[in-house]
């Protein structure tokens, strides 16, 4: 039945847009980089005369229908770019491809480009942030460049600690956050213990957050959702790129070919020789230590109508610790990711893509201890069949219409001494269709109203998704939006607060209803003055039927699955703002968040005087009250610039013990036993967390072979110790605290050739 749904409308708009085309024109084509040949997503185009427009979605493709007979003027602007105009001259039922090559605008010293609020048009929708690659390479780093750290600089996003590039989202864990690279869903996108992602900055074209309040075409989790696209190589000319760093180096090549274009990125650890020093010196140094990534995409031009590519990504982390003189930890876990995707011109008001993917995650964790071995396997297979198509039926309105799906297979199992003690696996389906219509009736109103169907096998759960947006433009500066969505989620993630390899996904089922919340967003984003953008948004978000396993169960064995969890529930509110300058000598953002999330679970923070009435709510370890991130670049010169990064947030929260009662001569175990008290679950703060990054770069040319540059950074420049953890040492009387810190100062260096 719902292949025959899709067909009727698919036939229909066919039917419709072929009637309705022979008495206008339209135009439409492609925006790409003039350099590369990349596609630009969001770019803008507009139609002077009429005071029409419109923008490029993800594959770069625009088009405008409905258009009288004349000459009209097409301009392009896209941020970075020169702005780009022709005249094109249009016949009643004539379609115009216009494939659109962007110029860059490189940086005058002397000048200040003004951009107009059309240019940002699209990074400006509500709960949407958008970071450029340049500016992630360009910042203070630990280890390497990184997309998540980046991110984490944005206002209503929270780092756990130095060491963690989780995303913690208004108010959400890091499984409430849909993360696609190239539109395939990546399970546990982190290296290096979780420090840094596995999204090498060389190979991403273009990075976006929904940070709530997102469309329906959309959906599976509770709070967010980021897409990472990558690059699709340059179809101009052969390029590479070399970049030698002192914990990791990478490697990149590009270019065309008759039909098409390629890109293949290479990234490794380079931390043996260091290791190897320090085993020298300090204990229990790892034995083995890399991490590798593989990106790759080729494109094939089969039509001018037609566009084919294949894309890939592998990661690896592999490492072996020992941890005492006869015990070991032995890690090794990663990502492998596939998309083939078809995107066609069915007709002037008809666009559409089909897109094949498969992901895998793995983490085989061992232990070895007095020559006995233990075990882990935990693997996720997901394989999808996805569609989206695009319908432009007249000037006021663009339906978007598509369906997502496939088959999720998680196994687990462990095993002792070689034999194997325990093995689950799960199988489901799911399937989502959707269906929304940005209306705009006017220059001043859009409209955004979309419905999603979620289906899911374990358990037999259906469930419905309603979705809207408003955006209302008293003047060319100014805008008021608000948006609100329900979203379900089929999956959680049980998370290790040592090591994200351990990591392990788990759905509903029988008994275990989907998680599920409400999201409202209100926001005001003006241009106070040319060159700046100022944006200010609240939101507030119910989380229900949150679901996680029980920590009270001792022993799962003979229990139903429904009796392995408990559930739950929260919700987060809070406010952000957003300041930017992106024009001039010196750029950057200053954003700062007020946010509050609580969660509720049984059994926690229960009111002795009154047991029945359940658990207090209690924050999170990533609940921040106030988090503030300054950033600055300034171009000191046509050779130097320079970048620094300021963070401030308010102290983690954190569960402190209280004491120790030690029992002697139990009739089990050794001869005595502790039992530890500790007050409410998170009821203390840790204190503040700040830190001063600096960047400086240096442009220049290596042996006029191709371009080069020098990277010096300074992360935590003034050395502020901040308090990850406290551990505590009972055996002293008094109890001893002792403060684990995270990074001390860190200088780094790296040096990149692009030819």
């Given at each position: 039945?719902?292949?025959?749904?899709?067909?009727?409308?698919?036939?229909?708009?066919?039917?419709?847009?072929?009637?309705?085309?022979?008495?206008?024109?339209?135009?439409?084509?492609?925006?790409?980089?003039?350099?590369?040949?990349?596609?630009?997503?969001?770019?803008?185009?507009?139609?002077?005369?009429l005071n029409r427009g419109t923008s490029?979605?993800?594959?770069?493709?625009?088009?405008?229908?409905?258009?009288?007979?004349?000459?009209?003027?097409?301009?392009?602007?896209?941020?970075?770019?020169?702005?780009?105009?022709?005249?094109?001259?249009?016949?009643?039922?004539?379609?115009?491809?216009?494939?659109?090559?962007?110029?860059?605008?490189?940086?005058?010293?002397?000048?200040?480009?003004?951009?107009?609020?059309?240019?940002?048009?699209?990074?400006?929708?509500?709960?949407?942030?958008?970071?450029?690659?340049?500016?992630?390479?360009?910042?203070?780093?630990?280890?390497?460049?990184?997309?998540?750290?980046?991110?984490?600089?944005?206002?209503g996003v929270a780092a756990a600690s130095?060491?963690?590039?989780?995303?913690?989202?208004?108010?959400?864990?890091?499984?409430?956050?849909?993360?696609?690279?190239?539109?395939?869903?990546?399970?546990?996108?982190?290296?290096?213990?979780?420090?840094?992602?596995?999204?090498?900055?060389?190979?991403?074209?273009?990075?976006?957050?929904?940070?709530?309040?997102?469309?329906?075409?959309?959906?599976?989790?509770?709070?967010?959702?980021?897409?990472?696209?990558?690059?699709?190589?340059?179809?101009?000319?052969?390029?590479?790129?070399?970049?030698?760093?002192?914990?990791?180096?990478?490697?990149?090549?590009?270019?065309?070919?008759?039909?098409?274009?390629?890109?293949?990125?290479?990234?490794?650890?380079?931390?043996?020789?260091?290791?190897?020093?320090?085993?020298?010196?300090?204990?229990?140094?790892?034995?083995?230590?890399?991490?590798?990534?593989?990106?790759?995409?080729?494109?094939?031009?089969?039509?001018?109508?037609?566009?084919?590519?294949?894309?890939?990504?592998?990661?690896?982390?592999?490492?072996?610790?020992?941890?005492?003189?006869?015990?070991?930890?032995?890690?090794?876990?990663?990502?492998?990711?596939?998309?083939?995707?078809?995107?066609?011109?069915?007709?002037?008001?008809?666009?559409?893509?089909?897109?094949?993917?498969?992901?895998?995650?793995?983490?085989?964790?061992?232990?070895e201890i007095a020559g006995t071995p233990?075990?882990?396997?935990?693997?996720?297979?997901?394989?999808?069949?996805?569609?989206?198509?695009?319908?432009?039926?007249?000037?006021?309105?663009?339906?978007?219409?598509?369906?997502?799906?496939?088959?999720?297979?998680?196994?687990?199992?462990?095993?002792?001494?070689?034999?194997?003690?325990?093995?689950?696996?799960?199988?489901?389906?799911?399937?989502?269709?959707?269906?929304?219509?940005?209306?705009?009736?006017?220059?001043?109103?859009?409209?955004?109203?979309?419905?999603?169907?979620?289906?899911?096998?374990?358990?037999?759960?259906?469930?419905?998704?309603?979705?809207?947006?408003?955006?209302?433009?008293?003047?060319?500066?100014?805008?008021?939006?608000?948006?609100?969505?329900?979203?379900?989620?089929?999956?959680?993630?049980?998370?290790?607060?040592?090591?994200?390899?351990?990591?392990?996904?788990?759905?509903?089922?029988?008994?275990?209803?989907?998680?599920?919340?409400?999201?409202?967003?209100?926001?005001?984003?003006?241009?106070?003055?040319?060159?700046?953008?100022?944006?200010?948004?609240?939101?507030?978000?119910?989380?229900?039927?949150?679901?996680?396993?029980?920590?009270?169960?001792?022993?799962?064995?003979?229990?139903?699955?429904?009796?392995?969890?408990?559930?739950?529930?929260?919700?987060?509110?809070?406010?952000?703002?957003?300041?930017?300058?992106?024009?001039?000598?010196?750029?950057?953002?200053?954003?700062?968040?007020?946010?509050?999330?609580?969660?509720?679970?049984?059994?926690?923070?229960?009111?002795?005087?009154?047991?029945?009435?359940?658990?207090?709510?209690?924050?999170?370890?990533?609940?921040?009250?106030?988090?503030?991130?300054?950033?600055?670049?300034?171009?000191?010169?046509?050779?130097?610039?320079?970048?620094?990064?300021?963070?401030?947030?308010?102290?983690?929260?954190?569960?402190?013990?209280?004491?120790?009662?030690?029992?002697?001569?139990?009739?089990?175990?050794?001869?005595?036993?502790?039992?530890?008290?500790?007050?409410?679950?998170?009821?203390?703060?840790?204190?503040?967390?700040?830190?001063?990054?600096?960047?400086?770069?240096?442009?220049?040319?290596?042996?006029?072979?191709?371009?080069?540059?020098?990277?010096?950074?300074?992360?935590?420049?003034?050395?502020?110790?901040?308090?990850?953890?406290?551990?505590?040492?009972?055996?002293?009387?008094?109890?001893?605290?002792?403060?684990?810190?995270?990074?001390?100062?860190?200088?780094?260096?790296?040096?990149?050739?692009?030819?």
């Amino acid at each position: 039945m719902t292949k025959h749904l899709l067909l009727f409308i698919f036939i229909s708009a066919l039917t419709l847009s072929t009637a309705l085309a022979q008495n206008t024109g339209s135009i439409n084509g492609y925006i790409t980089d003039s350099r590369s040949g990349e596609t630009l997503i969001s770019a803008n185009v507009a139609i002077l005369e009429l005071n029409r427009g419109t923008s490029t979605n993800t594959s770069g493709y625009y088009s405008i229908t409905n258009l009288p007979t004349g000459t009209y003027t097409i301009v392009a602007s896209y941020i970075g770019y020169r702005q780009f105009e022709q005249e094109v001259e249009l016949e009643a039922g004539e379609t115009v491809r216009l494939n659109i090559d962007m110029i860059p605008d490189g940086l005058e010293l002397e000048t200040v480009v003004v951009e107009s609020e059309a240019e940002r048009e699209e990074q400006r929708n509500i709960g949407r942030a958008q970071i450029s690659t340049e500016l992630i390479k360009d910042l203070p780093s630990v280890v390497e460049p990184d997309v998540f750290r980046s991110i984490q600089l944005l206002p209503g996003v929270a780092a756990a600690s130095d060491f963690s590039s989780g995303l913690y989202i208004r108010g959400g864990g890091p499984d409430q956050t849909l993360i696609l690279l190239d539109e395939t869903t990546v399970y546990n996108p982190s290296h290096f213990f979780g420090f840094f992602s596995t999204f090498n900055p060389d190979a991403v074209k273009d990075v976006r957050l929904y940070k709530g309040g997102y469309p329906a075409e959309y959906g599976g989790r509770l709070g967010s959702v980021l897409t990472v696209f990558n690059k699709d190589g340059n179809r101009n000319e052969f390029q590479g790129s070399v970049s030698l760093g002192l914990l990791a180096s990478r490697a990149s090549i590009e270019g065309p070919y008759s039909r098409g274009s390629y890109f293949l990125a290479v990234r490794r650890s380079t931390l043996e020789p260091l290791l190897a020093g320090l085993r020298r010196t300090t204990d229990n140094i790892p034995d083995k230590f890399y991490f590798y990534d593989i990106n790759g995409k080729i494109n094939f031009d089969a039509t001018g109508n037609d566009r084919l590519s294949l894309a890939f990504y592998s990661g690896n982390d592999n490492v072996e610790v020992p941890i005492q003189d006869d015990a070991s930890i032995g890690l090794n876990y990663g990502n492998q990711t596939v998309s083939g995707k078809w995107r066609r011109i069915f007709s002037d008001r008809v666009f559409g893509s089909f897109t094949a993917t498969g992901s895998r995650y793995f983490s085989e964790p061992e232990f070895e201890i007095a020559g006995t071995p233990f075990e882990q396997n935990n693997e996720i297979y997901d394989f999808s069949l996805k569609g989206d198509f695009e319908y432009l039926p007249n000037d006021k309105h663009t339906i978007s219409t598509g369906f997502w799906t496939g088959n999720l297979m998680l196994r687990y199992s462990d095993s002792f001494d070689g034999r194997e003690t325990f093995n689950s696996r799960i199988e489901t389906q799911y399937l989502s269709l959707y269906a929304q219509d940005r209306w705009r009736p006017t220059d001043q109103w859009i409209f955004e109203g979309g419905l999603r169907m979620n289906a899911f096998s374990e358990g037999s759960y259906l469930r419905l998704d309603p979705r809207l947006s408003v955006e209302y433009r008293p003047t060319s500066r100014f805008r008021l939006q608000g948006a609100y969505g329900r979203y379900h989620q089929f999956l959680t993630l049980i998370t290790n607060e040592a090591f994200s390899g351990f990591d392990i996904w788990l759905t509903t089922d029988e008994g275990v209803p989907p998680a599920y919340g409400d999201q409202f967003v209100l926001g005001a984003k003006t241009i106070p003055f040319d060159g700046y953008g100022f944006d200010a948004e609240i939101y507030y978000r119910t989380m229900r039927d949150l679901f996680e396993l029980d920590p009270f169960v001792s022993d799962a064995s003979g229990l139903d699955y429904q009796e392995l969890f408990r559930f739950g529930e929260g919700y987060a509110y809070g406010f952000e703002l957003f300041l930017e300058k992106q024009t001039g000598r010196l750029g950057g953002f200053i954003g700062y968040t007020f946010g509050i999330t609580r969660r509720q679970f049984p059994g926690f923070n229960v009111d002795l005087s009154n047991p029945e009435a359940g658990g207090r709510y209690y924050p999170p370890k990533y609940d921040r009250t106030h988090d503030l991130n300054l950033v600055l670049n300034y171009k000191i010169n046509d050779r130097w610039s320079a970048n620094s990064v300021f963070s401030f947030a308010t102290g983690q929260a954190y569960t402190e013990p209280q004491g120790r009662t030690q029992f002697a001569n139990v009739p089990w175990g050794v001869n005595t036993r502790n039992t530890f008290t500790v007050g409410n679950i998170n009821n203390s703060r840790l204190p503040s967390y700040h830190r001063l990054d600096f960047a400086f770069a240096r442009e220049g040319t290596f042996f006029n072979w191709g371009e080069a540059e020098w990277q010096f950074q300074l992360i935590n420049a003034y050395s502020r110790r901040n308090i990850w953890f406290y551990n505590y040492d009972f055996d002293e009387n008094p109890v001893q605290r002792d403060e684990v810190a995270l990074l001390p100062i860190l200088p780094s260096i790296s040096y990149t050739v692009n030819f």
